[in-house]
């Protein structure tokens, strides 16, 4: 019998990552070969994302670039725009299944025996009200990256008036400590050397079980994982500020495993407007984080997810945010410009941002980014690191991480993929990558 071939496109965030890549590996245990999107494959995966702008026109597009390199191919969306709009998207040309936030793992046992809608009808949707995405399932990403990202937690409690991810993924819920530490163990065994935990509010992690009972908390995670042996790398990928507690923070400090690396959401540096967005704390709070992390680790990185052009934001707002941010002793800034999304407290608020001033104020904040990169990156010339290299390799160049989230680029060795080497950072190029030699040995330059 011919083996079927299933291929993969992942919009979004680690999250969707980890949990396409867990799908993935459903498929090859009942015999599907995993295929390259291009390759003409027998079954398409969609994993959809409803926090990026243009969800629709997204899927749309890669729906019709499948169907190009297979015409034949059988065609499944799954991920948050599939929960949020499971109706919308069963009417896109050449769609056949769609499946919500409850039933997604189950997308191999639905799809045996399916028979595709007759041509011109729309698929058929397979998803529950979001109140039914109660059970936690693990996932994890492996072979598609040097790094692998483990979800832990899934689903939000909090009711951020511009979010839908409550809607799309449900209320807070984790796996346990127990279940964490024997699965990192497991890939621990397979050789990965660094892992990344994420979830939506990895912050929330404890709450387990049907009743949703708070056992253990992600200080009891960060602990316990750092005595796994055979990992050499854990990275917190995203932790509200209000969650990532003094405890946490020093922890790390003194850590044998977890990274000086820290990914906090800010959102806005007004104390007006993150009141408008219902977030849980103060740029006060989020200021006395950041302080306490540069004193016990001077040399951490802090990135910053940053939303410009939120209802009621004026120009003034705006310059407090900025000014806040240029102040703080923080790594990188991710910015994006507010979107409108449906059934959310956001859009009925009033004030509305004309695009262009979003559009301006997103450039602003983008490349104030740039000069704290490259600040904090010169910051680190000539000091002696060691970098893990990724298998990702562009214009004969390979890139790796040092421990605090430098970007290093060298010149493409197959024997350095998936590895650990000491280098000396050397300057850094215009591209804001950062060029290291071998210690006593010049052979890494750009």
Do not use: W
């Not at 039914?132 to 990403?141: G, K, L, N, P, R």
């Not at 253990?216 to 932790?239: K, T, W």
Request: glycine fraction near 6%.
């Amino acid at each position: 019998m011919e083996t079927r071939k299933v291929a993969f496109y992942t919009l979004g965030c680690k999250l969707n990552f980890s949990e396409t890549s867990a799908i993935g590996r459903q498929f090859e245990e009942h015999g599907f070969v995993k295929a390259a999107f291009e390759d003409a494959a027998d079954i398409y995966v969609i994993n959809t994302c409803s926090v990026t702008d243009h969800a629709d026109r997204k899927c749309r597009k890669v729906v019709k670039e499948a169907l190009k390199h297979n015409p034949e191919a059988f065609v499944a969306i799954v991920g948050c725009y599939a929960q949020l709009k499971p109706q919308e998207i069963a009417e896109i040309p050449g769609v056949h299944a769609v499946l919500g936030a409850a039933e997604k793992f189950q997308l191999v046992e639905t799809l045996a025996g399916f028979r595709k809608p007759a041509a011109g009808q729309p698929g058929q949707v397979f998803a529950s009200p979001i109140s039914e995405a109660t059970e936690f399932h693990a996932a994890h990403s492996y072979g598609d990256r040097t790094r692998t990202f483990l979800k832990v937690q899934d689903g939000c409690d909090y009711s951020c008036s511009f979010c839908t991810i409550p809607l799309a993924r449900g209320k807070s819920r984790s796996n346990s400590v127990q279940s964490v530490v024997e699965r990192v163990e497991k890939l621990a065994e397979t050789g990965v050397k660094e892992i990344v935990l994420t979830g939506v509010n990895l912050g929330d992690f404890g709450l387990q079980g049907p009743e949703r009972e708070r056992k253990e908390n992600f200080y009891d995670l960060v602990r316990a994982l750092d005595e796994v042996a055979g990992i050499e790398r854990f990275r917190i990928s995203s932790c509200e500020p209000n969650l990532l507690s003094d405890e946490i923070i020093r922890f790390v400090a003194q850590s044998k495993r977890f990274m000086p690396h820290f990914h906090i959401p800010l959102q806005s540096g007004s104390n007006k407007i993150l009141g408008l967005m219902r977030r849980r704390y103060r740029r006060e709070l989020y200021q006395e984080r950041v302080a306490l992390i540069k004193e016990v680790m001077p040399h951490a990185c802090i990135g910053v997810d940053v939303i410009v052009g939120f209802p009621g934001e004026t120009e003034a707002d705006f310059l407090e945010t900025y000014q806040f941010l240029n102040d703080l002793d923080v790594s990188y800034l991710h910015v994006f410009p507010y979107s409108e999304r449906e059934n959310t407290l956001a859009p009925t608020l009033p004030g509305r941002v004309q695009d262009r001033h979003r559009h301006e104020r997103t450039t602003q904040l983008r490349s104030l980014s740039e000069k704290k990169k490259r600040y904090f990156y010169e910051q680190h010339v000539g000091t002696e690191t060691q970098v893990l290299f990724e298998d990702d390799v562009t214009n004969g160049q390979m890139e790796g991480f040092t421990p605090n989230y430098i970007r290093v680029t060298a010149k493409y060795d197959p024997i350095l993929v998936g590895e650990m080497k000491r280098l000396r950072l050397t300057t850094v190029n215009p591209q804001n990558l950062m060029e290291a030699e071998e210690v006593g040995i010049e052979v890494f330059q750009h």
